[in-house]
């Protein structure tokens, strides 16, 4: 008589590795690192506009540093919504100081936005008319 050929699940419980598989779960935050997307594109741009070389790094945190200090003397700032403010005022002061948007461009840019998402039904796509 033959003997019967073990298939791997009848091996014995020595044979299974003594570790346990690694875990690539996604770490739990208490919230999201941006409350709107618009902060994280914000946050996107201005990196790229650094990394692109139209400000240094430590250009940027000085400026936003300043524009956080300002805005905190007038009233206490509630870190979500004024912080992402306080982020926009100081790109758009630096874009206009390096001489790339000047302040007709910048609020003519910003006066197109407006209407457009006006004009945009709810949860749909804002587009700029080209």
């Known amino acids: 008589m033959r003997e019967p050929i073990e298939s791997p699940t009848d091996a014995p419980s020595s044979a299974q590795p003594a570790f346990a598989e690694p ?3 996604e770490p ?26 139209l400000f240094t790094w430590a250009a940027w945190t000085e400026g936003f540093g300043a524009t956080l200090k300002r805005n905190g003397a007038a009233r206490v700032l509630d870190g979500s919504g004024d912080y992402y403010a306080a982020w926009l005022e100081t790109l758009e002061a630096m874009l206009e100081q390096s001489g790339k948007v000047s302040a007709a461009e910048r609020a003519q840019i910003k006066a197109a936005w407006e209407a457009a998402y006006r004009a945009t039904p709810h949860g749909a796509p804002v587009h700029l008319p080209r």
């Not at 935050?29 to 070389?53: I, K, N």
């Open 23 to 25: 875990s690539f779960a």
């Open 28 to 53: 739990a935050f208490a919230e999201p690192p941006f409350a709107e997307p618009w902060h994280a594109q914000l946050f996107a741009l201005t990196l790229g506009l650094s990394e692109a070389g």
